[in-house]
C-alpha cells in the first residue's frame, strides 16, 4: 500500500474531510485519489502499463491492477495476455473469453518522492476542476441577477469578490470611473456572465453594466417587481449620468413618479448605489417622437421628424435648446440614441431649413442637369415628391400626368429619358470601379451599391478589410464638439441616406468575413 504504516480509513477521511470544505461529492474526490495513485504507480511499473487503482470504500484498501486483454497470441506482455495465463493468473477468470480484460493485481509499494508528487498534482487538478464545476453549476443560474459579496483583494486593477463558497470577479473597465472600492468593503454588482475557464474566476461581474441600474429599480420599486411598471430600455454613461425608460402596464399609475417615489427616496437609492450618477427617469410611449423628447428633456423641442424605416430622427430645436439637447460632450443624445435605438440628428429649426433647401436644389439641379429639364419642371417633380432619377425611371406615366402640367408625351419622354441615363450612369459606375482599382471582395459585398463604391474607391478604401475597418459614425456621418461648437462630420456615404443600423450590418458582415480566418 501507500504506506504499511499509515491508517488505511486515514484516505476515506480525508476524501470526507475535502468533500465537506469543497462542497463537492466525495466520490469525485475518491475518483480523484484513484487517478493520482495510477500515475504514480506508472513511474513505478513502467508508463507501458495500462494501470488501474480501486480504494474500498469502507475499509480504505488500495488495490493496484495491471489491465490486461485476453489474446490468442500476446506479443506485448504489458498489454496481453493468452488466456492459458488468464486462467493461471486467477481460477475466477475462467468464465472470461478471447477479447475480454482481465485486471492482474500488483504487489504494494511505497512512494518515492517523485512519486508521491505525482499523485498529489494529479488529486489536486482533479479536485479543483470539480470545484470549478460545482461552482459553475452553483451559480449558472444567477446570471442576470444581482449579486452581493466582500471585496477579497484588487488584482491589476480588477476587483476579485468573495461570494461565499467561490470568487468572482469585477473587471476594470466593469467599474463605475472613479470609484474608491477597498478590501473589505461589500459590494453588490449585475452577474453578467457564467462560464467555464480553464484557469481564473468563473463568474463575471459588472457595476458599470445598464442593466445594474435596472436591477436595482426593480429591487426599489415594488410596481417594476410586481409587473404593474414595465422596464423598456436603459443607457448609461457609468459615474456620471444615465437613463431609464418605463412604461406603466396598469394604466392607473404614474410609472416616473412611482420610480421616484417619496421625496425622491427611490430613485435616491439607487443612485447613492451608482455613486451619485445622475438618473433620468423617461415614460415610454408609442410615438418616438414622444419618447425622444422626454428623453432629451430638459431640451425643449420643436418638432421632430421620425423616419421608422431607417430607424432615423430628426429633431428639431431652438438655438438656445440646442446645448441642453445635445449635452455635455455630447452626452445627453449620446444617451437618448441608445435608449431608442434610433439614430438622432439634432438642428436647429435654421439648419433643418437650409438643410431641406440645399437638398430641394441639389435633387432639382439633377434632374436639370442629367434629363435637360428646365428649372421649373426639375422644381415641379421635386415638390411632387420625385428624389430622383430612379423614381422617374421606375413611374408609370399616369404617375406623372397627375402634376398638372406634364401631359401624357412629357411623362413618357420623362421615364425615357431617365432609363437612357440610368443604363449610361451604370456603365460609367463600372468602368469609374474597374479603373479605382476596387477589389472583387469588396465589390461583391451585398448592400454596397455601384454609386457607394465608387465613394468608397475614391476614398482610397479599395479592400474589403479597408471596410471592415472603418466605425459606423465614418459612413453616415456624425457630430463632434470641438472647442465648444457643434461641427458636423460628413459620412462617406452619407449622401446615400444609410441609417446608423444598416451601416452597422454592413460593417459587421464585412468583418466576419475579413476575419473569419
Known amino acids: 500500500m501507500l504506506n504499511r504504516r499509515a491508517d488505511k480509513l486515514e484516505l476515506i477521511r480525508i476524501a470526507e474531510a475535502v468533500a465537506l470544505e469543497k462542497s463537492i461529492d466525495k466520490e469525485l474526490i475518491i475518483d480523484s485519489m484513484e487517478s493520482g495513485i495510477a500515475k504514480a504507480a506508472k513511474s513505478k511499473f513502467g508508463a507501458e502499463n495500462e494501470i488501474k487503482v480501486q480504494i474500498d470504500r469502507d475499509s480504505g484498501d488500495i488495490g493496484i491492477f495491471r489491465k490486461l486483454l485476453i489474446v490468442e497470441k500476446p506479443e506485448n506482455t504489458n498489454q496481453e495476455i493468452s488466456f492459458d495465463d488468464a486462467v493461471k493468473l486467477n481460477q475466477i477468470n475462467k468464465d472470461k473469453k478471447i477479447g475480454d480484460i482481465i485486471l492482474q493485481p500488483l504487489p504494494s509499494f511505497d512512494f518515492g518522492r517523485i512519486a508521491a508528487q505525482t499523485a498529489k498534482q494529479v488529486i489536486s487538478f482533479n479536485v479543483r476542476e470539480a470545484e470549478r464545476e460545482r461552482q459553475y453549476n452553483d451559480f449558472i443560474d444567477k446570471k442576470d441577477t444581482i449579486l452581493s459579496g466582500i471585496v477579497k483583494r484588487l488584482e491589476f486593477g480588477n476587483i476579485i469578490v468573495d461570494l461565499g463558497r467561490t470568487e468572482a470577479i469585477i473587471q476594470k473597465n466593469e467599474m463605475i470611473p472613479r470609484e474608491n472600492i477597498k478590501a473589505g468593503d461589500r459590494v453588490k454588482a449585475y452577474c453578467l456572465d457564467v462560464r467555464r475557464e480553464p484557469r481564473g474566476q468563473q463568474i463575471f461581474l459588472s457595476r458599470a453594466h445598464p442593466k445594474f441600474m435596472e436591477k436595482l429599480f426593480i429591487q426599489e420599486v415594488p410596481e417594476i417587481y410586481d409587473g404593474l411598471i414595465e422596464i423598456k430600455s436603459s443607457s448609461r454613461d457609468p459615474g456620471s449620468r444615465a437613463k431609464i425608460c418605463v412604461k406603466a402596464i396598469d394604466t392607473s399609475l404614474d410609472p416616473v413618479g412611482a420610480c421616484v417615489g417619496m421625496r425622491g427616496s427611490r430613485v435616491q437609492a439607487v443612485v447613492n448605489e451608482l455613486q451619485g450618477e445622475k438618473i433620468d427617469i423617461v415614460n415610454w410611449s408609442e410615438d418616438p417622437a414622444v419618447v425622444v423628447a422626454n428623453a432629451l428633456s430638459p431640451a425643449e423641442i420643436q418638432r421632430v421628424n421620425v423616419n421608422n424605416e431607417e430607424k432615423k430622427l430628426d429633431v428639431i430645436l431652438s438655438e438656445e ?197
Request: proline share 1%; charged share 35%; aromatic share 6%.
Open 321 to 517: 435648446n440646442l446645448s441642453k439637447a445635445i449635452g455635455r460632450r455630447g452626452q445627453n443624445v449620446r444617451l437618448a440614441t441608445k435608449l431608442l435605438n434610433y439614430e438622432i440628428n439634432i438642428m436647429t429649426d435654421q439648419e433643418d431649413s437650409e438643410r431641406r433647401q440645399i437638398e430641394f436644389k441639389e435633387k432639382t439641379d439633377n434632374f436639370v442637369k442629367n434629363l435637360e429639364l428646365d428649372e421649373t419642371l426639375g422644381q415641379l417633380l421635386v415638390a411632387e415628391g420625385f428624389s430622383s432619377i430612379d423614381d422617374i425611371k421606375d413611374s408609370l406615366p399616369d404617375a406623372l400626368t397627375k402634376i398638372e402640367g406634364i401631359e401624357e408625351e412629357t411623362a413618357k419622354e420623362l421615364i425615357e429619358r431617365s432609363k437612357e441615363f440610368y443604363q449610361k450612369d451604370q456603365e460609367e459606375i463600372g468602368n469609374r470601379i474597374k479603373d479605382l482599382g476596387l477589389e472583387n471582395d469588396l465589390i461583391n459585398h451585398e448592400g454596397l451599391t455601384p454609386g457607394m463604391l465608387v465613394t468608397l474607391g475614391e476614398q482610397k478604401i479599395l479592400t474589403l478589410s479597408d471596410f471592415a475597418d472603418l466605425a459606423s459614425d465614418e459612413l453616415t456621418g456624425s457630430y463632434d464638439i470641438v472647442k465648444g461648437e457643434r461641427l458636423r462630420i460628413k459620412g462617406y456615404l452619407e449622401d446615400f441616406a444609410l441609417s446608423k443600423k444598416e451601416a452597422d450590418d454592413l460593417i459587421m458582415s464585412a468583418r466576419d468575413k475579413a476575419y473569419k480566418d
